[in-house]
């Protein structure tokens, strides 16, 4: 966004490597007044909003259901009046967000995600609503989302020898079949992947977003 449209961008995550690795892309790509990144909290975010727009991708599952929101109202106040917000994340099959059978979820929160929990769309859409913010469009990439973790386990797969090099033999046993069983899970719709945009409207409940979708398209 910064390098291709001009933007100036405020990152922040609560992965210390995390951050280390974005601050010397974005050095390499010398965007370096155009980006800032740091270690902060969401709900440590500025409320007085500053900002045009908000996205967060992958984060509301790890916010839990007793946050969901706490976590729309730090968004309702970091972005301004007209400004978006889009949420990006995976989403429950089932409404009151229990995991799919077979142990998947038991093995993904003791291997690969402890403690976190799926949200339904109509959840994540209750907390985005009762926040203040207004939703105007959804979207689901499930299918999107089951081939690009295919290809994701197809290229480990090719790389295995090298991975070998790079991390234990159970971290390597543990991302294989994370990576191929979620490919299968998003394929069979046992989760979705849902993009959430909404606007947190004027005072006179106008926004500024066009009345059609053909600005995508063009």
């Known amino acids: 966004a910064a390098r291709e449209f001009g933007v100036e961008v405020h990152g922040i995550t609560l992965s210390q490597a995390q951050l280390q690795l974005a ?108 926040a203040g913010l207004e939703i105007v469009d959804v979207e689901s990439l499930r299918l999107h989302y089951a081939r690009t973790l295919q290809l994701w386990s197809q290229g480990l797969e090719r790389q295995l020898d090298k991975a070998t090099q790079w991390v234990p033999a159970k971290a390597l046993r543990i991302w294989r079949l994370y990576l191929a069983g979620c490919a299968y899970g998003f394929q069979h719709g046992w989760m979705n992947l849902h993009q959430v945009l909404a606007v947190r409207p004027h005072e006179d409940g106008s926004h500024d977003l066009p009345w059609t979708r053909a600005d995508l398209y063009v």
Do not use: W
């Not at 740091?38 to 991708?57: I, M």
């Not at 729309?72 to 229990?98: E, K, S, Y």
């Open 23 to 130: 601050r010397r892309r974005v050095e390499e790509a010398g965007l370096q007044q155009q980006v800032q990144l740091e270690l902060l909290d969401y709900r440590d975010l500025p409320q007085d909003g500053r900002f045009d727009k908000v996205v967060s991708v992958g984060m509301f599952e790890h916010v839990g259901h007793a946050n969901l929101a706490l976590y729309c109202q730090r968004l309702f106040g970091a972005v301004r009046p007209g400004g978006l917000v889009m949420n990006h994340g995976i989403t429950a099959r089932f409404t009151d967000g229990r995991p799919v059978g077979r142990g998947a979820g038991e093995f993904i929160d003791r291997y690969v995600f402890p403690q976190g929990e799926l949200p339904h769309l109509v959840t994540i859409a209750q907390a985005i609503s009762e």
